[in-house]
């Protein structure tokens, strides 16, 4: 899938065929699932939805799987964490665009996510353009 990137350098949410990128971002915390939703939006991408772990992520993945092209994952979440919804992931659809959230110091962690098919990470706390490079690496 190939997207637009602005004079900036940076990507935009729109693919060449002119449909928006649609994201679903699953962070246990409402302030990074909101500014991850504002960084992305500022960008034409389309947040499709939204969840607060793993197990939700699973459930809103199955219901809009032709819509969503990106996922980020946080690593730690109650529930079902991060490694183990990728997993999850990677078997309902091993093509699967996702992006790891993190803290520091989780750099193992990190490690494992790529191993298991993560496509990069991004660090807390969110820089915009750090975000935005790390999405442009994956669709560039």
């Known amino acids: 899938m190939k997207i637009f990137f602005n004079d900036d350098g940076l990507p935009t949410g729109l693919m060449k065929s002119g449909q928006h990128v649609g994201v679903l971002?699953?962070?246990d915390s409402k302030f990074i699932l909101?500014?991850?939703s504002q960084i992305f939006v500022s960008r034409e991408f389309?947040?499709?939805d939204?969840?607060?772990?793993?197990?939700?992520?699973?459930?809103?993945?199955?219901e809009n799987q032709d819509?969503?092209?990106?996922?980020t994952l946080d690593i730690t979440m109650p529930e079902m964490d991060?490694?183990?919804a990728l997993k999850k992931l990677k078997e309902l659809n091993p093509d699967v665009n996702v992006i790891m959230v993190t803290a520091l110091g989780t750099a193992d962690t990190v490690k494992e996510a790529i191993k298991l098919g993560a496509k990069g990470y991004i660090v807390k706390p969110l820089d915009r353009g750090k975000v935005l490079e790390r999405i442009g690496k994956i669709f560039g």
């Open 46 to 48: 389309a947040v499709i």
């Open 82 to 84: 991060g490694l183990t």
């Open 50 to 62: 939204t969840a607060e772990n793993g197990a939700e992520a699973l459930v809103k993945y199955k």
């Open 34 to 36: 909101k500014q991850l």
């Open 25 to 27: 971002c699953v962070d």
């Open 67 to 71: 819509k969503i092209h990106l996922i």
